[in-house]
């Protein structure tokens, strides 16, 4: 526009707006003065608007360092909208822009994309006399590590009066308003490490991050987990480390995505409206239930249910997975052991499965769904009851039903009863009848399931009789 040349400016933590992630539009080079209208929105994972600010014949100089820009509050971008924010860990910003006089002889997209160095340091800890510890006590951790630039100035075990353990973390000063990343590892007598924490710290104050093993469970264990009475942490912390790593301009094909005038016209529109509709756009980027609910199961806190399994255990809400889960409901309403102990064993899953089951559970979507993980997904959604979860695992591996795996797809759904999946793997068996019978995966099924491969060819065979 007019040979001008622009960026976008983030700052994680604004000088004006300290409680406020910002972005700001600036421009480096071009005529003196330029009129347009632009428009800065935060946008999820899926194109939505999260947030959004349009200016309207805004007159740009050079140089101009303004302190207006598109602004969202710190805690909602990296605690209580997380997902929506920064799924993935990417937090994407779009800028339209406009001329607020004559007409736009071209549209164009480009897209941009930065990303930031961190560094991993990985330190062991340690507790002596851990049976000692007492309850509303705080007791420090005795870090080993070789680094020169340390990025914590301490860390301590706290314990409350019902035996939660939690891990204070104070950050060094040496990186001012810095953003942490935590995973803490509890350290066998047989030196596995067994993942038991992991959260985000922000700025320099103090942070809890709390542990999934209670005092009670450790001493029960101590043969395992506290060999001489010392209980060893491995953490491994990640922080930024200098600028930026990579940015690549790319211009992106006009025909898939130029915005023409009734777009520049709808956001017009838009800015220009009453007051109603910036609180109707206040009222949207207010929490939803299910952000509320998402926030919760994130900051494992108020929860009265664990689910325990052989890795790792999961903090949950019996309130929750009793509205999504017929069979828990049932299991909490009765007086099974798993109510009276308040921790549900899970032996048959693992931990990522649960945990992909929780989160879907809160929050009623699939991330970063693949063959392996669905199938382990459909598998616990049927053990539980939970319809939905059990129908979008389906409905995902008949989208990646091929003859190499609908053997493995077919066996799957005959176990769980499922005749639609089970149908829809016999059709792909009949498109590729041949291919199948002599691949090594239909030997197996013949060999360890001869009633099922038995019941598919007569399938078949009625079917070809009948055309």
């Known amino acids: 526009m007019s040979i001008s040349t622009w960026n976008l400016k983030l700052y994680p933590k ?6 406020c992630l910002v972005c700001r539009l600036r421009k480096f080079a071009g005529p003196a003065k330029l009129e347009l209208d632009y428009e800065l929105s935060f946008l999820a994972s899926d194109g939505s608007v999260l947030l959004s600010e349009i200016v309207l014949t805004k007159a740009f100089e ?13 805690d909602d971008v990296f605690v209580h909208k997380k997902h929506l924010f920064i799924p993935d860990d990417t937090l994407t910003i779009r800028c339209r822009m406009w001329k607020s006089k004559g007409s736009i002889s071209e549209s164009v997209r480009c897209s941009v994309e930065t990303g930031i160095n961190t560094e991993c340091i990985s330190f062991v800890g340690t507790i002596e006399n851990f049976s000692s510890l007492m309850t509303n006590s705080k007791s420090m951790v005795c870090i080993k590590s070789s680094e020169k630039e340390f990025p914590l100035s301490s860390m301590n075990l706290c314990m409350n009066v019902y035996g939660n353990l939690d891990i204070e973390i104070k950050p060094a000063d040496y990186v001012p308003s810095a953003m942490y990343k935590i995973q803490v590892f509890i350290t066998d007598a ?13 700025d320099r104050q103090p942070f809890c991050v709390p542990l999934t093993f209670s005092w009670q469970r450790l001493i029960e264990n101590k043969e395992l987990y506290l060999p001489n009475d010392v209980l060893t942490l491995q953490c491994e912390v990640i922080f930024p480390k200098g600028r930026k790593i990579s940015e690549e301009l790319e211009k992106v094909g006009d025909m898939a995505y130029d915005y023409d005038c009734k777009d520049i016209q709808a956001a017009i529109t838009y800015a220009t409206n009453t007051n109603s509709s910036s609180e109707e756009q206040h009222t949207k980027s207010l929490p939803t239930l299910t952000d509320d609910l998402i926030s919760l199961f994130n900051e494992d806190i108020l929860y009265d249910i664990k689910l325990k399994t052989a890795t790792e255990t999961f903090p949950a809400h019996t309130v929750v997975l009793s509205a999504r889960s017929p069979v828990f409901k049932s299991m909490f309403l009765t007086d099974m052991r798993e109510k009276t102990n308040k921790c549900v064993d899970i032996e048959d899953l693992d931990a990522d499965t649960v945990r992909q089951m929780l989160l879907f559970m809160y929050k009623d979507t699939l991330d970063n769904l693949d063959y392996e993980s669905a199938k382990s997904l459909y598998f616990a959604a049927d ?16 989208q990646n039903l091929l003859y190499s795996n609908c053997c493995d ?3 799957l759904a005959d176990k769980h009863q499922d005749l639609e999946l089970k149908k829809t793997a016999q059709d792909c068996i009949a498109k590729n009848d041949e291919a199948v019978f002599s691949s090594d995966e ?4 013949e060999e360890n399931h ?3 491969t038995i019941d ?12």
Not at 14 to 19: A, G, K, P
Not at 389 to 395: F, G, H, P, R, T
Request: contains cysteine.
């Open 442 to 445: 239909w030997k197996n099924l």
């Open 190 to 202: 047989y030196r596995n490490k067994v993942k038991s924490s992991h959260g985000e710290i922000f």
């Open 383 to 398: 053990k539980y009851n939970i319809v939905s979860l059990k129908q979008k695992c389906s409905n995902f591996l008949k």
């Open 450 to 452: 001869p009633r099922l």
């Open 409 to 411: 797809i077919l066996l």
């Open 456 to 467: 598919i060819l007569r399938t078949l065979y009625m079917k070809n009789k009948k055309t």
């Open 14 to 19: 604004s000088t004006w707006f300290r409680d």
């Open 62 to 74: 050079v140089p101009v360092d303004t302190n207006s820009g598109l602004r969202a509050k710190r």
